[in-house]
């Protein structure tokens, strides 16, 4: 049962963090982007006629850009595409009402780890405001839908402990629903369970019947997925991003074009496997580096420059007050914080590129309970001074707050739209709106994907947004003779293929 | 003339031949494949040359040795001397003759002389004044170099100009500032000196090209329970402690902060604490405690062979194809 008091509060941030993710979101981000408006079009597929855009009946997993997504969040935008209609809107609206429901959720949560109310509505309170958390319930992706499953199936898997057999039920049926959702907790997941009964086994070992039932219903749930991540295409997308692919690893590391030379006279050391091993490692710890956590996590500006990280600047001190505290003091389920720390980065080391922000979501909520640790703690180090010196402490701090949000809310608002929009593919709406305008004077209309001062690196998929903005006929679009190969597609009127622009830069 | 023996010498002595073998012999295999590129290619900073990975090589892990000892005790200190004399870090800058080495250089000797040793008074004035002008003369790695940055000013310069053609103008003015910028950038480069990745791991790359890690991962382990050991030194070394921070500060004010280079003559505090790790783990018996240390000791065994092979076969790759185009300074 919550208090009156911490119902009040429980709203007011619901209403300060709904405000926060729905306020403009159609207008910020800038535009769709690729996955968008492919996740957007393969709903209202589904919607008109139980297929997605490519034909196939109610998938479990989404052709869409040739990356096969997890189909959890494209379901869940079928019902928002037909009562807002295929629109920005549309697109993210699941995300931002997810990212509003998380905050309720996220308190019990944080109750059920923390054993108490103070650590679970700072921490709460810190959630509703968290960039990080903003910015992901703002992007039509199924980062957020994969989280909130998550931390859904999490929350009675605790439950499940003490609470009646309907919470086993529900865990299995959430944990299962993760895996359907999106990548990382397609291996975070199951090790998760796996630890949570080691740790727990005292407490499960007297609940034998409720542990087989959440065992054999998650079994049962995911079966598909095994199937078809074995033997179907759904591992397409961890084997596209793996970090085996990573071009610094590849190119400046392993060299392993060099590999096939005569590079075997130590043959293991030198084959790459275990330069690979450790250059996971490095991968691993560059997550828990300042610049991720406080500076440029989020990659709301380009690269070099400064931005936010997936935490506020006002937050290092308490991040390490609350580590230090976790280490230090006896806290409830404290093995279990570290263990999910380090699940959470897994998924994410093991992929290329730099340190991303959606791989990583998963520790989102261990890292903002440390940090709501630590407010807490600052705040009793603050009491035990003289009230002078508690003055100054809580000023400064309160300042530094203040400072940090209007900070982080110009770099929302102003420079995101200008310094990210072309990776977000503005301007391509404008285009597309034209040529449907005009769409009847002509017998041909020619789309060149290369788009942009950084192109010919950023992939365009101009015929999804074509789809997308015209509400193109699904039945249409399924049955049409797409004549086309890698380089050349076409449909309709449309024609996707490069243009020779005689020399004349774009 | 008494010839001196391997069999006459005492632990100490032979602990000290061993590294100072190690260290040479490192630092002559690293030599061996990366000599061959011409200095002249590099930026006059570095010069592969002999006297660097002698002089350096020979006096910095003695000094380490002889310091710990006085300071901690003699397990620790050799522990510290071994891993300078083994950390591809510490190497690379050596075998180029580093400028920052050389102020390493004269921080140990200064220290030799500072602390109380039972030697006269004038060969320890002697040591301090011969320290002293041996940082003077390298000073160089001292200097405020952070505003040089071009990337700095160009993030100003261009957050600005977004900020002036929007509504928010006057809001900019006062929340984006290039005194708020340069403080967030000096106070997360500042934070990643606190970091294992960038110790443990090749975050940053040593003299711009080399992906070998400064310090083997597998001494990570024990550098967190040393971390320990050095909060219940606090009172007895809280003036030490308080100027190891001191040490950051020419790394931290670098064009390119933080730079490895400039952050060597930090290194000896991370040896000393690795030695006070292995010390605790070698000492306590607990069956984590000893499950996990073979576990590290595997992944500094296993690095360490990969290490080797990737200068013998790789960094010259690397050298060739980079070039030195950016000296990691």
Known sequence: MITKKVFLILLFLILIGGLTRFVGLEKNPPSLNIDEVSNGYDAYSILKTDKDQYGNFLPLSFKSLGDYKPPVFIYLLVPSVAVFGLNEFSVRFPSAFLGTL??????????QISKSKRYALISTILLSISAWHIFISRVGWDYMTGLFMTMVGIYSLFKMKEGRWYWALAASIFLALSVYSYQAPRLFTPLFILFFIKVYWNDLKNRKRKLTLFIITFLIIIIPFIFSFLFGLDKTRAQMTFITKDIEFVRNIAFTPLNNEGMNRFNIFT??????????????????????????????????????????????????????????????????????????????????????????????????????IGVVSFFQILNNLRSIFRFIGISFFSILVVWNLLYAFLIFSVHFPIQRE????????????????????????????????????????????ILFYSNYAPTLYQEELKVGNKSVFRFDKFTIRGIDWGGRSL | MTRIRISNLNKVELWLLLVVITSLLFRAYVLKYLYPFP??????????????????????????????????????????????????????????????????????????GILKFKRSLLFRVMLIFLGFMILLSSSDILKFTIFKNVGIINTVNQFRGEMNDSSYALLGKIVENRYVYILQYFSINFLRHFTPATYFTPENKIMGFSFSPP???????????????????????????FLIFLLFIPSLVSENSLSMSRLVIFSPVIFYTIGFGVDKILTTPHKYMVLLKNIFLVLIILQALVVLSDIAFREPVRIDMLRFPMLNR
């Open chain 1, 271 to 372: 084959n790459g496997t275990f330069l690979l091993f450790f250059y996971w490692i490095r991968k691993f710890l560059a997550y828990l580096q300042p610049t991720f956590l406080f500076s440029t996590g989020l990659s709301l500006t380009r690269s070099g420059t400064l931005g936010l990280g997936v935490m506020y600047l006002f937050e290092i001190p308490p991040f390490i007050l609350g580590l230090v505290k976790l280490l230090k003091d006896p806290f409830p389920n404290k093995n279990l914080i570290f263990i999910w720390i380090f699940l959470g980065l897994l998924p994410a080391s093991l992929t290329q590129n730099e340190q991303h922000y959606g791989r990583s979501l998963l520790i989102l909520p261990m890292v903002i309970l440390i940090s709501g």
């Open chain 1, 422 to 465: 072309e990776d977000f593919m503005g301007g391509t709406k404008t285009a597309v709106l034209y040529v449907l305008d005009h769409k009847n004077q002509y017998d041909e209309i020619v789309f060149d994907p290369v788009r942009g001062i950084q192109g010919p690196y950023i992939v365009s998929v101009p015929d999804e947004y």
């Open chain 1, 102 to 111: 998380s905050i309720p959720l996220f308190y019990f949560l944080f109750l």
């Open chain 2, 39 to 112: 200095s002249e290619e590099i930026l006059t900073i570095y010069k592969f040359n002999l006297w660097g990975f002698v002089v350096f090589g020979l006096l910095n892990p003695l000094l380490i040795l002889v310091i710990g000892r006085r300071i901690f005790s003699l397990k620790v200190g050799i522990i510290a001397a071994f891993l300078y004399s083994i950390s591809p870090w510490t190497t690379y800058l050596d075998v180029a003759g580093s400028i920052a080495s050389l102020f390493l250089l004269g921080l140990l000797v200064g220290f030799t």
């Open chain 2, 215 to 241: 310090i083997l991962f597998g001494f990570l382990f024990p550098f967190i329970i040393g971390l320990k050991s050095w909060f219940s030194l606090w009172k007895k070394y809280g003036l030490i402690l």
